[in-house]
Structures are given as C-alpha cells and as structure tokens.
Nanobody
Framework: QVLLVESGGGLVQAGGSLRLSCAASGFTFSYYAMGWFRQAPGKEREFVAAISRRGETTQYAPSVKGRFTISRDNAKNTVYLQMNSLKPEDTAAYSC??????????????????WGQGTQVTVSS
C-alpha cells in the first residue's frame, strides 16, 4: 500500500518557521522525484517546490524561492520542506507528491502519481 504522510504543519506567526516532513512507504522512494504543493481555500492547488530523485536538483515557485528549502533523505524515505520567513499568504494545506516520470520533479500536477493527504499551515499576521 502506497502511503505519503505529511507532518509538521501548524499555526505560526508571520516571520516564523516550520519544517514539514513527508514519510513515504509502499514504493521505491529513490526512483521518484518529489514535490510539495499547496492549496488555499477557494484557490487551485499550486506548485511550491520539487527535488530530483537523488536530491541534486531543486526547483521552487517564485513566491517561495529564498525562503523555503526542499530536501530529502532516501535512507529514511522522507522529503522535507523547511519554511522560513513565513507570510500570511503562505497559509494553505501542504501536500507532498511523488513523480515517477520526470526525474527532476515536475511543476505540473499531472506528472505526480502518488499524493499525501496534506498538513495545514496557518500563518497569522
């Protein structure tokens, strides 16, 4: 059974930090690029960050570049999203996803095969 389980969300003040984790099981983690997406109420799901299979390549949405860092530990089957300098507009449900196709991590939602349920991040002003 494939599982992606996110953790680390919560309520934080603007300017604060959170570290999200996504634990994967049920598939060969190192064969997949991984991505983080977020969805705010009333908005479409949007790309946040992606990392290649071995972690040598990362990509970020312009809105988070310089503030967020994606990383992975293939020995632990886990991908992380370190979020610093958080802003109220970062408030959303954050989900991790597994991309078997591109190798580097796609920005397109359609490339992702497996999805987690998400963890809520709320940033107060």
């Amino acid at each position: 059974q494939v599982l992606l389980v996110e953790s680390g969300g919560g309520l934080v003040q603007a300017g604060g930090s959170l570290r999200l984790s996504c634990a994967a099981s049920g598939f060969t983690f190192s064969y997949y690029a991984m991505g983080w997406f977020r969805q705010a109420p009333g908005k479409e799901r949007e790309f946040v960050a992606a990392i290649s299979r071995r972690g040598e390549t990362t990509q970020y949405a312009p809105s988070v570049k310089g503030r967020f860092t994606i990383s992975r530990d293939n020995a632990k089957n886990t991908v992380y999203l370190q979020m610093n300098s958080l802003k109220p507009e970062d408030t959303a449900a954050y989900s991790c996803a597994a991309d078997q196709n591109t190798g580097v991590g796609a920005k397109n939602i359609d490339e992702y095969r497996y999805w987690g349920q998400g963890t809520q991040v709320t940033v107060s002003s």
